[in-house]
């Protein structure tokens, strides 16, 4: 009866052993499952920031070749209006100087032309010859 307790005794602890051991596998890959979930979140918020990061340096040079543009473009605008502007001032002094011709005498128009303001062309023959006002 003796041997019947210890060998019970013995099946107790081996199964409580057992029992234990059981424990500390179930927690020891519980450990491990958190473990891997905190690395792949971890892991999830570095790529989900890197990628914010590439899509807000995309949004930035996206926004600065725009503002390029629109400097290019506003350039352009400008340089133009000053070209007109240009145009509209001979224009005008072209204008001016035509009203004082036609006020002048034929007599008047020689002395200009031989002063330089007119160039005396001869075109293909000496018959055709021609006038051109230089500014």
Request: proline share 1%; net charge negative; aromatic share 8%.
């Amino acid at each position: 009866m003796f041997s019947y307790l210890i060998l019970e005794i013995r099946d107790f602890e081996s199964t409580k052993d057992k029992d234990i051991e059981f424990r500390k596998e179930g927690l020891r890959k519980e450990t491990e499952n958190e473990t891997r979930i905190r690395e792949a979140m971890h892991k999830a918020e570095v790529e989900a920031r890197l990628k914010a990061e590439v899509e807000i340096k995309a949004v930035e040079e996206r926004w600065r070749m725009e503002e390029e543009k629109m400097n290019e473009r506003r350039d352009e605008i400008e340089e133009r209006w000053l070209l007109e502007e240009q145009i509209r001032h001979v224009q005008k002094e072209h204008k001016i100087s035509m009203t004082e011709e036609q006020k002048c005498l034929p007599e008047e128009r020689c002395e200009k032309a031989d002063k330089g303001r007119f160039l005396f062309l001869k075109v293909n023959e000496p018959k055709y010859l021609m006038w051109i006002q230089t500014l």
